[in-house]
């Protein structure tokens, strides 16, 4: 199977070169940008060379339709949404690792404050939570965002048992730089990130209404969750530190029986006796949740790791390609996180 | 005056050293370890070379009596439980920047699993949480903890003002890995720490009942708080989250009017515009406070940073020596914080 | 093919189970430590959860004989002195990564401090730096160290075309520090590292003699070089900065063509227009090499970075592996390092 | 005694404001940047919230010269050539801490590639390594960089006392992020930088000549040094590992000697015993010189560590401030180290 990325120099393009090449059914066609055009790839990376050394090409639709199976875009916001039709009209399909085509035109709007796609557009598109979705066959998938990836992870069992106070729900996330994409801004500069921890867009991250969204699938009375997110001084990894009251108090034992069901046979998705801890899953597509109940207060705390650029974009990316083309859900995919 | 330090070689004690190397009214007499007996704190740790020169004495509390005029503990916990009684026996003045002599043995034995000095002894130290205390003429000084600090005055405004659900607190707290001292484990080498984030001690850390206690002191309805720490891969620095539920919404200007009204006159907590970022408090005895109300979920959160080597240990415990001799609570500081 | 690893809780041990995870070939039958016998791998190491559940077990070279067909050592200097003795003897595959069999007993004992393999084992063994080694058949092989990797790399070529003033030769290299080990000890505290950077062991780190002695391979003029040795704050990578006097100035692609010649077809070793950066090999078995000739000074700085862990250690002994059984050289390597 | 500083916005300027605070014979009168005009310096930067409540001005010389006694800049190359001619031409003191008159105005165009100031303008100021400098009464002076400081202050005594080969000198330099300045680049990306050690400017960079032409003036025959820089994954800080080849072999007391003769009764340079790190010099305008010879290569290592900020900026510029009017030296220094 032949596959193009749109967005190739972005964190989440180069780690689909890095993923795909290691997956032995695909083979990357093409790559592209707006940028750098006929430069080769691994000129401007040299850490790949040897390893991917496509010439980048300008975006062109037809072109990418000849000479592949597949698109993944892995563009900043606002990119995708005006690009997608054309693939959409020729029923070729679709990865997209943006938020463009996660909610709905008016609340794209609303938190990205960019364009949407066309309502028309964005029904054709499946949001694929890998572990919650049934996308074989689907053509057009909607890759979650890496915040909502560990946050909904950690919670959805929760919501879906119906266990918890739905009001009672906190989240304080924490992500390294990556997460922040590779544009220059103050709050990216070394010297303001390092030896710092900052929270920013609090109770304004574009990806609460997709949590929320998300979340009410599995109970519609789920109307708002409480949602922070600051800069760890680290490249990669997410942790979602979920804070929820329970209905009734429960035994550790019926806590973990109800991760233990909802992910049974979710090769990618590990119950930890203890609390995770961001290193356990870096380089790897696996998310780890652990949890602790404290009888003094009612609070159940969930926490989630992910690899933000793996689970939490690329990774998950090609997940959902297995599942899109009925292949195991892991394949291609080298198990071992790099941890260190 | 003259200060003896007991237990020089902590983060405590250096920072100690730093701060009252400063203070004009301050000479430091003499400084104390269980170590390095006889050799000079600068060839042990050359950045002092010049600046103290002093040599390491065994503890001797005849001999500080002698030489000082106070005694600073900065000791692990469960040494200065052990040590204060000859002092406060010949009315001398201390304080401990140890968990020694916050609490009642009790509960100290529960939450620290060490031997509590004698209730006799507790009776005579008085809590100091600066900006709450009264000490002019205080002999016996006990100085609240780090995380206990930032959580402390983060909320006891709140919690005085009765406006928010007691049940309902939830503090989601930081702290660079000097917060956790010198002792060598898996937890502090290098390469667990960098590039990780950790959650440890959940619903266990010894600064819980301090917290519970002190804010009791404000709302005696107070029984419990939920509670997280965590590690940063930074040297110095807390933040305290801190979520809490409003009973009443509140505007944006009446929540800082709380805080305005808690801490006029207070030189060392600022109340900020935007949420406090770790960097604007590292170097300096100040303690930043931030929040935001989100009215959807009407939550308050509420975001306290400090340096914990100096608000949240030795700067205090200056603060205190401070208002204990009815000097500026401000000698001998140098505001400016060291920032990068 | 099965194999064995002893010392399977250090890093190089850790890595060796990632990269034989991924390697068709071959199959983990047992791992050996003297600590936490009877536990499984992943208990302690959680992000092996689901990856390698294997129990640790005691060294016992017999019961690794009946299951294997070849032993890994990964253990601190001074251990696989005393082991490899009983698989030497029963012509038993041996690849030691420590630095045990790498030099003449005489020469080991001077540096390491340690007791010495007899001679008659030492000179079983053949050490191998995999690009310029020919070990097909061979049983019994020292792996190189990680900052003799980088170094030799960098410098063979120049030394073998005997183009620079010997006696010129100043290697400033720098490692993470995954390099020194996990033993806990002041210099390995986070605290201590982080926000820092420290030079030592300075000419007196135990690579040296082994640089020296497989540079006199390539020229037996050469007797010494000037070698100093730095901790960088972070975990994985080594760059050894080389500066040597040539003998006549020579052109920038005189100087490259000795490069591309001396690593043409070598798979794991890149010749760079530009200066390489740590970031390039981290999580990958590549070496990148880069150069600038300055014709003021007569000086050509050379650089070559490694991740320490792989090619410096557990990398290239999988290497060495291929070699041994005349595999392909880069079988079971995922090549793409993991950059960020 | 009243200054101005013009460049208040950048990392030095920051620094003058944190020292001249706590300086007791200086007041700061007014700040000057090209951006943020009108706004208070600690709404932009809340971490001086009430520590420096200044309005940021444009720059006046007029009202500069009204206004204060002298005047710093502390601007970016190529800006205070353009802008100092009015304080000349009416005897008004600067101190420059910028390159811009530290060079024959060919030289600067040469490395610098900005347009210099007039020769005139050039000939008045005086280059200020305030050790080796005698300015009292001047009103011109140029302050040293940051890398130049560091290797003049290791090397000056060598080539003074004539004992080292002037041909074998190379200085691997490595710098923290804030020497690279505020300016957001792909290379000041926190990404970029962390977990990663980047080689940049080899043989270009702007110091090299300000060094030689300093330390001619210490030995006329010395004509060039081999020169690199790299960065560091750390705010601050600047080591200079310095190696030199020395005509005879001297004993370590002999060298010392040299060391301490050279800078007796100089109080910010301490010549200590081991090889100083990075951390002991943290936050002071200290520099900390240690050496380790070789006898077998014949090679003397040199290691000087300083805080960019301050001995490498803005501390020497106080110091020169304080030389300039027959202060002491020290006045108005913490001189602890923040060390951590």
């Known amino acids: 199977m032949k596959v193009s990325i749109v967005g190739i120099t972005g964190y989440s393009g180069l780690e689909l070169v890095k993923l795909l090449n290691n997956h032995k059914n695909v083979e990357i066609a093409s790559i592209h940008a707006t940028k750098e055009i006929?430069?080769?790839?691994?000129?401007?990376?040299?850490?790949?060379?040897?390893?991917?050394?496509?010439?980048?090409?300008?975006f062109d639709a037809e072109s990418i339709m000849d000479?592949?199976?597949?698109?993944?875009?892995?563009?900043?916001?606002?990119?995708?949404?005006?690009?997608?039709?054309a693939f959409v009209e020729a029923d070729f399909p679709?990865?997209?690792?943006?938020?463009?085509?996660?909610?709905p035109a008016e609340i794209y709007k609303k938190w990205y404050k960019k364009?949407?796609?066309?309502?028309?557009?964005?029904?054709?598109?499946?949001?694929?939570?890998?572990?919650?979705?049934?996308?074989?066959?689907?053509?057009?998938?909607?890759?979650?965002?890496?915040?909502?990836?560990?946050?909904?992870?950690?919670?959805?069992?929760?919501?879906?048992?119906?266990?918890?106070?739905l009001d009672s729900i906190i989240v304080d996330a924490k992500s390294g730089l990556t997460g922040a994409g590779k544009a220059l801004s103050e709050s990216s500069h070394f010297v303001n990130v390092h030896d710092n921890y900052?929270?920013?867009?609090?109770?304004?991250?574009?990806?609460?209404?997709?949590?929320?969204?998300?979340?009410?699938?599995?109970?519609?009375?789920l109307d708002h969750i409480q949602f922070s997110t600051s800069l760890l001084p680290v490249n990669r990894g997410i942790m979602a530190t979920c804070y929820v009251k329970l209905k009734e108090p429960l035994s550790e034992s019926e806590i973990e029986k109800i991760y233990q069901d909802a992910y049974a046979n979710k090769p990618f998705v590990r119950?930890?006796?203890?609390?995770?801890?961001?290193?356990?899953?870096?380089?790897?597509?696996?998310?780890?949740?652990?949890?602790?109940?404290?009888?003094?207060?009612n609070v159940l705390t969930v926490i989630a790791v992910i690899d933000n650029l793996v689970k939490g974009a690329a990774g998950q990316a090609v997940q959902n390609l297995n599942l899109m083309m009925g292949w195991p859900e892991d394949l291609g995919f080298t198990k071992t996180p790099s941890y260190l």
Chains 1, 2, 3, 4 share one sequence.
């Open 94 to 103: 679709v990865i997209d690792i943006s938020g463009d085509h996660r909610l």
């Open 38 to 58: 006929g430069r080769r790839l691994s000129d401007l990376y040299p850490y790949l060379s040897g390893v991917c050394d496509l010439e980048i090409e300008a």
């Open 198 to 221: 900052v929270t920013y867009k609090l109770n304004k991250h574009q990806h609460i209404p997709e949590i929320v969204q998300e979340l009410k699938e599995f109970d519609n009375n």
């Open 115 to 165: 364009t949407p796609a066309s309502e028309e557009i964005l029904n054709k598109f499946t949001y694929s939570l890998a572990e919650f979705s049934d996308i074989q066959g689907k053509k057009f998938i909607s890759n979650p965002g890496c915040y909502a990836t560990a946050t909904e992870l950690a919670l959805a069992p929760l919501v879906k048992a119906k266990i918890i106070d």
């Open 67 to 85: 000479k592949s199976d597949l698109v993944f875009f892995a563009t900043p916001s606002g990119v995708a949404s005006q690009l997608t039709k």
């Open 271 to 297: 119950i930890q006796k203890d609390l995770p801890e961001l290193h356990n899953v870096i380089g790897s597509n696996f998310t780890d949740i652990g949890f602790d109940y404290n009888q003094t207060t």
